[in-house]
């Protein structure tokens, strides 16, 4: 039997924080993928044993000596709207691992069948939005976006029946630093369990910010640096064009990674009103609208907490309030460095903030797209007669090259060489993205026509996103108009 060296300090929590349940069976597991670099990183390397073992332990067929299954128990607020008991209707937390660094990582399953919070659900998961979570968090991953983590995919044998009809089965094995999530909190919190509270964010503050554990007000200390985490996410987020989806507090990480890749997708065209997400009629997580949900998702977090926090309500109420309020300014802050890096700027000035809205407008008036336009601008830095060729992007350019002279107006401040600027500028600004079409054209060829050769190449190619690249070119094009895609659907 295979021992994987797991370590469970989740599954020490009480009881009422958990379910126990092992994955169900499934028929006829195959391995499809393998993270091979992550394993190795994890510290699994050879050690499981071949592709057969791989789809026995990755599929919960088999399980190591040392797991403890467990799906977690959490609430949310979904669409703006509490559901006061979710957790993992289609998960398993096998255990936890200490990596090559150090670090405390979760090992999931994620379609491993029907737990206690699976309500009406299956428990299953279906292929294609299996290999969407592998690639879209590896590019993110490889893009420097703190993310999950794919180590495995394995297909089932078994149908699984959605909208569409009968789609093949597959499993996910997900690596996270931890699978909390704000609706963790909420959940202790709206059965009033003090102590549940209490005991969970002494695990949070033990697991991923350990340096707050002697802090005068460790609770108040642990809500301060989620709230920077997320405003640091949320920065990173904006500055590729991710459009994460479906911002529900239940699919918001404590640790500050980005988790759940449902209906995410990427930006073409730059407009902040940009929707993919189908299940997303309204508009609540549209592109430029994802700093003020994550604020208003912080607020359920601090609500969870108000009582650990004083014993005064009135005062615990103020310092939630002052935390919630300081969000907005720790998120400009994380996105003007973030955005002024992307024009080449070493430092922030005064008028940055003004010189970015500008071109944004007039990307979004000329429809530019996002992830060229910024990889182009850093030409510009070496070759004067670049910007014509940039401009082009745009529909309406004479705006573009009126706003370049005041760029390089800004840049001669800062007297550094062009080489210097343009080398800065194509470490932050992505060659290439998961573009929504060739991520969907790889997904069908593998789905549908059993073919995963594109897959792997667009991976392949994703793993390196600031390189240019012969073969990445058609990869990195726009979509013509009858590629263009939509809208993007959760798996479930």
Avoid at 313 to 319: A, E, F, G, N, W
Avoid at 458 to 482: K, V
């Amino acid at each position: 039997m295979v021992n994987l060296g797991f370590d469970h300090s989740y599954e020490q929590m009480p009881e009422r924080f958990f379910s126990r349940l092992a994955p169900t069976s499934v028929s006829d597991p195959r391995l499809l993928l393998w993270n091979d670099p992550l394993a190795r990183e994890l510290g699994l390397g050879d050690a499981v044993g071949d592709e057969t073992e791989l789809a026995l332990l990755f599929s919960g067929n088999r399980l190591s000596m040392d797991a403890k299954p467990i799906a977690m128990v959490y609430a949310g607020h979904q669409f703006g709207q509490f559901v006061p008991c979710l957790g993992d209707g289609r998960a398993i937390l096998l255990g936890e691992l200490i990596d090559q660094n150090g670090r405390r990582r979760d090992l999931q399953l994620k379609g491993s069948g029907r737990t206690p919070y699976s309500r009406r659900g299956d428990g299953r998961a279906w292929l294609g939005p299996v290999l969407r979570e592998y690639l879209i968090s590896e590019a993110m991953h490889a893009l420097g976006i703190p993310t999950t983590r794919a180590l495995a995919v394995v297909t089932t044998g078994e149908p699984v029946f959605r909208e569409e009809g009968a789609m093949p089965g597959a499993i996910l094995t997900r690596v996270a630093s931890s699978h909390i999530r704000i609706g963790t909190f909420e959940y202790f919190a709206r059965t009033q369990d003090l102590d549940g509270l209490r005991r969970l964010a002494d695990h949070v503050l033990m697991r991923h910010y350990p340096d707050l554990l002697e802090a005068d007000e460790p609770y108040l200390a642990l809500l301060q640096a989620i709230t920077a985490n997320q405003a640091r996410l949320i920065a990173q987020w904006l500055g590729v064009g991710f459009i994460h989806g479906v911002m529900n507090t239940d699919n918001m990480a404590i640790s500050g990674e980005t988790i759940d890749y449902g209906p995410c997708a990427f930006m073409d065209e730059y407009h902040p009103s940009t929707v993919f997400s189908f299940i997303d009629q309204g508009g609540r997580y549209a592109f430029g609208n994802q700093p003020r949900i994550a604020a208003w998702n912080l607020a359920r977090l601090a609500e969870a907490l108000l009582p650990m926090m004083d014993d005064d309500p009135r005062r615990s109420l103020v310092k939630g309030q002052e935390v919630i309020a300081g969000f907005q300014q720790l998120f400009e802050d994380a996105w003007l460095s973030r955005m002024t890096a992307k024009l080449g700027l070493a430092s922030v000035r005064e008028g940055d903030a003004g010189l970015i809205g500008e071109l944004l407008n007039i990307m979004e008036v000329g429809r530019a797209d996002y992830t060229l336009t910024f990889r182009g601008l850093a030409d510009l830095a070496t070759d004067a007669n670049a910007a014509v060729l940039v401009a082009r992007r745009f529909t309406k350019p004479a705006p573009f090259l009126a706003w370049v002279e005041r760029w390089r107006t800004r840049l001669m401040v800062e007297g550094r060489s062009g080489a210097e600027v343009y080398q800065g500028m194509r470490r932050v600004n992505p060659a290439l993205i998961p573009r929504n079409h060739r991520v969907e054209e790889a997904l069908v060829a593998a789905v549908q026509e059993g073919d995963l050769a594109p897959f792997l190449r667009l991976h392949r190619r994703l793993a390196d996103p600031f390189s240019d690249h012969p073969e990445s070119t058609a990869l990195a094009n726009l979509p013509a108009m009858h590629e263009r895609i939509e809208h993007t659907f959760c798996g479930t």
